[in-house]
């Protein structure tokens, strides 16, 4: 059985054009952190993506926040 805060996240996910963007988003960034975190090595410009792409995940998973704060308790 799901909770509370998955069945929120599946419904916005479904109705919400801004949250589903976010979430796609945040699944693609997980994705490209994972590669970079099976390397051994990065380069320096892969070091600096890296962070970047870890900035935007946070950024994003903020902004879900947000929007999940606004729909609680609805």
Do not use: C, W, Y
């Not at 949250?19 to 970079?36: P, Q, R, V």
């Amino acid at each position: 059985m799901e909770d509370k805060e998955g069945l929120l996240k599946k419904r916005l996910t479904e109705e919400d054009p801004e949250f589903k963007k976010l979430m796609e988003e945040h699944l693609t960034f997980e994705g490209i952190l994972a590669d970079f975190n099976e390397r051994t090595h990065l380069t320096p410009a892969e070091e600096v993506e890296r962070k970047r792409i870890q900035k935007l995940k946070l950024s994003g998973k903020d902004k879900m926040e947000a929007i999940l704060a606004k729909h609680r308790g609805k």
